[in-house]
DNA sequence: CGGCATCGGTGACTTTGGTCACGCTCGCAT
DNA sequence: ATGCGAGCGTGACCAAAGTCACCGATGCCG
């Protein structure tokens, strides 16, 4: 079923031809799937597309050592270019793809896909779209870890992270494993926010106080 | 002038309905560049599409403090996805690109590109496989960058560098910009690879003796 | 209430790699 | 030959951050 909820999000949905928004109607799935689930794994086949429609999705690595790098986020409107790799060029997945936060998800079957792949241009232009924006965003990461410090890749992740009112649920650990550090690091450097009042923590929560401070 | 040499590089010129084959070769210009220019700077409008005939780019970006990362690098067949993306969004672009080597480049005008994209479906399919391709490259630099020490990097940068016959034409300064750190590290870490017996080193001049123990 | 797991705080130490300050040597131009 | 600059080698030092060990606080659940 495509909502109106998914058309607002996924313009491209509503851009489809009558026969392509049969077919998509028909075969895309909504899941809404909680915190913490991972979704996919390394090495994968990939059977449909995920598109975000709340929530969001964080996709990363695993090395053999254990360690995990956060690649990026999805958000609403976003897709996974990996994914989208994967499917139009019938590969394995790359990374690991889990739920972030409590999200709703709109699948799209992957022979549907390379369906209205060939035939939709607005399906090819959401790709392209997909696959060049997150190229930038995969910079800016690859920028961002090799240049900035813990402090401050700390300080961009709680900004990403929060909500609308600046909070975040998450341990010091969680923390840790996504910027690829050790929980005492974390918490240490909180600690020091939190000494210069631009944020409150709590067991299981934090609070970004003065979020144009904390860039 | 599309010569054999390019279409045998990037197939997807062979593929072209005659009228687009036309335009392009109309449009192209076969550029000789010595190595070492700066091609494009952040910030700049693309003016056209840069396919590699042979040779090798380097794509990277410099931060306010005067670091450079480098993001990827371009041999023959690829081609910036990045620019594919300015030039199809008509944004700016977004990084640094000089030649790493001496080479052969074959330009394809900003308004032909776009035109051949719109008509001609090999075109679009080049720019998803570039794209698609590039995010997968990307993600290991990022998981390299965030979780392998100097010695690992400098190894892979050694092999990546390495001609044929295994030799590098240059200097540790130079290695040690394309890393992102200083050349006194370089040369500690070099001295330690030609102890181990696995390169020579020479005045401007690497050889790697043993590319399997490298890696 | 008591037991227990999770979460977080802290001090001490090590490692890595960046910085500083030299000084040597090779190749080239004058 | 002399001088000079680019490239390289090296020791001493420093700072950031990862590691280890441990303990206290919190909250949940039987």
């Not at 059977?47 to 964080?58: C, H, I, M």
């Not at 790709?127 to 990461?141: E, N």
Request: hydrophobic content about 45%.
């Amino acid at each position: 079923m495509i909502t109106p909820q998914a058309i607002a999000t996924y313009p491209f949905l509503g851009e489809l031809s009558p026969r392509g928004g049969r077919l998509a109607a028909a075969g895309a799935e909504l899941r809404s799937v909680p915190r913490g689930v991972r979704l996919l794994r390394k090495g994968d086949r990939i059977r449909s597309l995920v598109l975000v429609l709340s929530g969001r999705l964080r996709v990363f690595t695993i090395t053999p050592a254990g360690d995990e790098v956060t690649l990026y986020q999805l958000g609403p409107g976003d897709s996974c270019p990996l994914v989208l790799h994967a499917l139009l060029e019938e590969k394995f997945h790359q990374a690991w793809v889990e739920t972030d936060r409590a999200a709703k998800l709109l699948c799209l079957p992957a022979s549907l896909v390379r369906t209205l792949y060939e035939d939709e241009r607005a399906v090819r232009e959401f790709a392209l779209q997909v696959l060049s924006g997150r190229i930038v965003a995969l910079m800016t990461a690859l920028e961002e870890v090799s240049l900035n410090s813990i402090e401050q890749r700390l300080r961009s992740h709680l900004l990403r992270a929060a909500d609308e009112r600046g909070e975040i649920e998450t341990t010091h650990a969680q923390i840790a494993v996504a910027l690829g550090t050790a929980r005492e690091v974390v918490s240490r450097q909180l600690e020091r926010l939190r000494a210069a009042g631009l944020i409150r923590t709590g067991r299981g929560r934090i609070v970004v106080l003065r979020p144009r401070a904390l860039a």
